[in-house]
């Protein structure tokens, strides 16, 4: 797909849309954990319902992105993903029974775990063959995220978070419009055909499967923060406005380190897993400044690290994917990557996280996180080592062609 074939609307359209998507997702991430707890639950009991999401994600995942790829269309996945969110939320913000409310997350998270990946794969495969990067258009994302969590955080208070369900609604409404406006994402693979056999080769890379398994160790800290930073900021004396400060912080500055990465970054295997090396310790360093943080403006400062922690990680995962795996099937390898941060790593964070919290507090918890961290780290540096023993392209068929 030439440049000049995609016009100027359509990709103002795709920030717009991640805009309003990354939007409504803010809210539920954000402010859901709060709700819940406003309504009775205790720590425990949000972090098995959270937990639910990554279970059902092992296997909503994987199915939503096979169908992806055979159908060679993203939008109409993230059309329905999207409605079966809106659906489900309207049913949970009814009741206040938790075995009710859990019972409908299951069915939440079937729609809900694809959306981060599929519109990933929308983008790049709106603007493979093009001069446009993935970063110039995922930061509108991060900036999404940013500026409706900071503006929700007022609204809430002033409402109550009883009334999140209205925030949450418009936003993901908004979301559904915008998604019907996009391309379907795969026009180019239409010329590819999809093989169940070829499907089976996104399994088969070692190296590709590796880095997956190492990201599972990075993601569960990060996933337990994200479900756990509200109620941590709540007990340090912060606000629901200080909670939406927390998000801004958290994604802001993720827009000039897409743009950045966008620009410097060497697209090649060796290259990518260095800086995921370098980017594991920094991950390291921030869960140690959470163990020992007094105060909820503490905390939002050192969110300001998940900007270039979760950000960077983020941007070059999503990068060292596109490389590894053949483009026909980048749905199913995107989807892979995406279970690195919410498969088995959130079933962990939900259980083992909200027990932890609620037993042994944030600090130790945190501590602990610090730890699991280091892990990935030394993990991360050994496999880089062995592509600088094998060569950058080891155990893939041929180079994939980066955006």
């Not at 016009?7 to 709060?34: D, P």
């Not at 809106?86 to 775990?113: D, G, P, R, W």
């Not at 969110?303 to 596109?322: E, K, N």
Request: charge should be positive.
């Amino acid at each position: 797909m030439s440049d000049h074939k995609i016009s100027r609307n359509m990709l103002g359209m795709l920030k717009v849309f991640n805009f309003v998507l990354y939007g409504a997702l803010a809210i539920y991430s954000t402010f859901f954990a709060l709700y819940l707890k406003d309504i009775g639950f205790t720590n425990v009991q949000i972090g098995l319902l959270v937990a639910g999401g990554p279970l059902i994600g092992l296997v909503a995942n994987p199915f939503w992105a096979y169908w992806a790829d055979r159908l060679r269309n993203n939008k109409r996945i993230l059309i329905i993903c999207l409605i079966g969110n809106f659906t489900c939320m309207q049913f949970v913000f009814m009741t206040k029974s938790y075995t009710l409310i859990y019972s409908l997350m299951l069915f939440y998270f079937a729609f809900q775990s694809p959306l981060f990946t599929q519109s990933n794969s929308l983008i790049l495969n709106v603007i493979e063959g093009t001069n446009r990067k993935f970063g110039e258009f995922r930061a509108w994302g991060s900036l999404g995220w940013a500026l409706i969590a900071v503006i929700a955080g007022p609204i809430i208070g002033w409402l109550g978070i009883s009334k999140l369900w209205i925030i949450f609604d418009l936003m993901l409404l908004f979301a559904i419009f915008f998604t019907i406006l996009m391309p379907s994402g795969n026009e180019r693979a239409q010329k590819e055909k999809f093989t169940n056999k070829g499907y089976l080769k996104v399994f088969q890379n070692k190296y590709f499967l590796i880095f997956v398994c190492l990201g599972v160790l990075i993601s569960i800290p990060n996933s337990i923060n994200m479900t756990f930073l509200g109620i941590y900021i709540k007990g340090l004396g912060g606000s629901n406005t200080v909670v939406g400060w927390s998000a801004f912080a958290t994604a802001i500055l993720e827009v000039p380190v897409f743009l950045l990465l966008d620009r410097y970054l060497k697209k090649n295997s060796r290259t990518m897993l260095g800086w995921l090396t370098v980017i594991c310790l920094l991950f390291s360093v921030r869960w140690l400044l959470m163990s020992v943080a007094s105060s909820a403006i503490q905390v939002i400062f050192i969110q300001l690290l998940h900007s270039i922690t979760f950000g960077g990680y983020y941007y070059i995962g999503t990068q060292l994917t596109s490389h590894l795996v053949p483009g026909e099937y980048r749905s199913s390898g995107q989807a892979i990557y995406g279970l690195t941060w919410g498969g088995i790593s959130g079933i962990v964070a939900g259980v083992l996280g909200g027990w932890m919290f609620e037993n042994l507090g944030a600090s130790v918890l945190y501590r602990i996180c610090f730890g699991i961290t280091l892990c990935g780290f030394f993990g991360f540096f050994l496999l880089r080592l062995s592509f600088r023993t094998l060569g950058s392209h080891a155990g893939t068929q041929s180079a994939q062609k980066t955006i």
